[in-house]
Nanobody, 125 residues
Framework: DVQLQASGGGLVQAGGSLRLSCAAS????????IGWFRRAPGKEREAVAF????????FYGDSAKGRFTISIDNAKNTVYLQMSSLKPEDTAVYYC??????????????????WGQGTQVTVSS
């Protein structure tokens, strides 16, 4: 089966840090873009950060810039999201997703192939 397994969520105080992991099974990240999204209760899904497996190019959503870092370990087929200076408004279910990446993040976003199950991040004030 082609799967993504997201993990690493939890409860953290404001100002703290968490590292999320997204591990692939059943496929490799060759020529893939892998990204993190989040959805807070009552809100639309939000793009957090994306990374290309081929050249490591990245995209960050406005809420992630300066605080979150996305990275990839191609040997482990795993993408990480290091989150720092967390705020209560970062509370959400975080999902990872993957799809073939041809250089355009807007195109990649429309053709995502695999989604992980989500991991809850809760930031207390």
């Amino acid at each position: 089966d082609v799967q993504l397994q997201a993990s690493g969520g939890g409860l953290v105080q404001a100002g703290g840090s968490l590292r999320l992991s997204c591990a692939a099974s059943g496929f490799t990240f060759d020529d893939y873009g892998i990204g993190w999204f989040r959805r807070a209760p009552g809100k639309e899904r939000e793009a957090v950060a994306f990374i290309s497996s081929s050249d490591g190019s990245t995209f960050y959503g406005d809420s992630a810039k300066g605080r979150f870092t996305i990275s990839i370990d191609n040997a482990k087929n795993t993408v990480y999201l290091q989150m720092s200076s967390l705020k209560p408004e970062d509370t959400a279910v975080y999902y990872c997703a993957a799809g073939k990446f041809g250089g355009s993040w807007s195109a990649w976003y429309r053709y995502l192939e695999v989604w992980g199950q989500g991991t809850q991040v809760t930031v207390s004030s």
